[in-house]
């Protein structure tokens, strides 16, 4: 099934577990995806069967490129468009990939009270408007992976990041200790792609839709 429009599409869609679910759900949807377009190591892979281009990116880039218009539709989770701000419309949750963001810790801490206690995370500004909201002040500091490691090193009192299962957590001898918010996938899309291509987008908006209602 190709899209009904003589106007391609360019699709940033993160690596990892997002990737393989929305293609699970465009395939669902009838997007003729090739078999090999799952393995690709290719950063741009055309499918003309489809009029579609997809950009495969590193997720916290993709509401970049959809607001830049190198994109002009992303998939991409709500954590990502929460800390990065950027200036997309979000168009429809694909109700994938779904997570929480979440205050955990080591099971004994307690605030000293004396000075703010420092919170490690990959989520700066998520962390600091929740705090913020919850009258708590707190030292944010920024890491880019292995924030379970924080407590354990003295780096931190506690961390803000995504949690699935729960599995990471314990295994390094933490707990969940407060969830911030629910998270899952959405389909974002060029404010100026929107209006000028809006039959393409429509088409992909409606094949996923198609699919989400089933979920």
């Known amino acids: 099934m190709t899209i009904n429009t003589k106007e391609k599409l360019i699709v940033a869609m993160p690596k990892g577990r997002i990737f393989e679910e929305a293609a699970d759900l465009l395939r669902k949807a009838g997007v003729p995806l090739p078999p090999e377009f799952d393995d690709s190591r290719k950063l741009i892979v055309p499918v003309p069967e489809a009029n579609l281009d997809f950009i495969l990116a590193k997720p916290t880039d993709v509401p970049t490129y959809v607001e830049y218009g190198v994109a002009d539709i992303g998939v991409v989770g709500k954590d990502v468009l929460l800390e990065e701000e950027r200036d997309v419309y979000e168009l429809l949750d694909l109700k994938i990939s779904r997570c929480r963001i979440s205050v955990a810790g080591l099971p004994d801490w307690k605030p000293s009270g004396s000075t703010a206690p420092r919170v490690a995370t990959k989520y700066p500004r998520v962390a600091s408007r929740y705090f913020r909201e919850q009258g ?39 707990v969940e200790l407060e969830e911030i918010m629910p998270i899952t996938t959405r389909l974002i899309a060029n404010r100026v792609s929107y209006r000028m291509k809006s039959e393409a987008v429509d088409y992909i908006y409606e094949k996923f839709a198609s699919i989400v209602e089933e979920i």
């Not at 880019?144 to 390094?172: Q, Y």
Request: aromatic share 0%; net charge negative.
């Open 136 to 174: 708590q002040q707190v030292e944010v500091i920024k890491l880019n992976g292995s924030i379970e490691l924080a407590p354990l090193i003295g780096l931190a009192d506690r961390i803000v990041d995504i949690v699935s299962t729960g599995r990471t957590l314990k295994e390094n001898g933490l």
